[in-house]
């Protein structure tokens, strides 16, 4: 599952930051996952290193693909996005905003 929350201050990522961006609304993202696969045909270390290893790499391969389009590295991929806008990014930013709002509002009680 995906938990969201405040990113702390110190969190090793921003120690490293070196740019000057506004950092007070910046979101930690936290996914956790539970995996008891029970196939015999495969080997537990080969298991092991698809769920610990290759999952997390294949993740850090979609956050430099997008770092690549906001950069303006991607022009392909940007096109893309934006003639999907209306009827997929839209309604993802939407459902976003409606979602820390209701986080928002919720912690401030």
Not at 4 to 19: E, Q, R, T, Y
Not at 22 to 28: G, K, M, P, S
Not at 73 to 79: G, L, V
């Amino acid at each position: 599952g995906f938990l969201f929350g405040k990113c702390p201050s110190n969190h090793p990522v921003l120690l490293k930051n070196d740019n000057n961006e506004q950092q007070d609304d910046l979101i930690l993202v936290t996914f956790s996952m539970y995996v008891d696969a029970k196939l015999s045909i495969l080997p537990k270390w080969f298991i092991n290193f698809i769920v610990r290893k290759a999952i997390g790499r294949i993740w850090n391969m979609f956050l430099d693909v997008a770092e690549d389009i906001r950069l303006g590295k991607r022009p392909s991929h940007a096109t893309a996005i934006s003639q999907k806008r209306l009827s997929l990014y839209e309604w993802v930013e939407i459902r976003i905003k409606a979602m820390f709002e209701f986080t928002r509002d919720n912690l401030s009680q």
